[in-house]
């Protein structure tokens, strides 16, 4: 458990150093066994701009469970929704080192679909 937690942190490091060489608005997903969390960030990294959840309490009256591909899509749509409202049309895509299936291919699908480029 340990070496897989390593080796996706350092998958991780990787992604947001590249990230940040092109000074790119990112996208950044985490992911637990029970929720979904997304956040818009600004380029240099300090200020988040726009923020959904499956704890959000709107999304929570919607889904049952958090940690599922419908909820992380709900998840997806709204965080888009929140970043065009605040002018971002273009945004990296920062998988925090989780694999782009399941519940991260469904929030950034959701995210696209909502109009977020990346």
Do not use: C, P, W
Request: proline share 0%.
């Amino acid at each position: 458990m340990k070496d897989k937690n390593l080796a996706r942190m350092r998958r991780s490091r990787q992604t947001r150093a590249k990230i940040a060489e092109l000074k790119a608005v990112r996208l950044t997903v985490h992911r637990s066994n029970f929720h979904i969390y997304a956040q818009v960030i600004d380029s240099t990294g300090g200020k988040v701009l726009a923020s959904a959840s499956s704890l959000d309490a709107d999304l929570r009256t919607t889904v049952a469970n958090g940690g599922n591909v419908k909820a992380a899509a709900l998840v997806g749509k709204r965080v888009a929704e929140k970043a065009r409202e605040k002018g971002i049309e273009a945004v990296a895509f920062d998988r925090s080192g989780y694999k782009y299936h399941g519940r991260v291919k469904a929030l950034a699908d959701a995210a696209r679909e909502a109009g977020l480029k990346f």
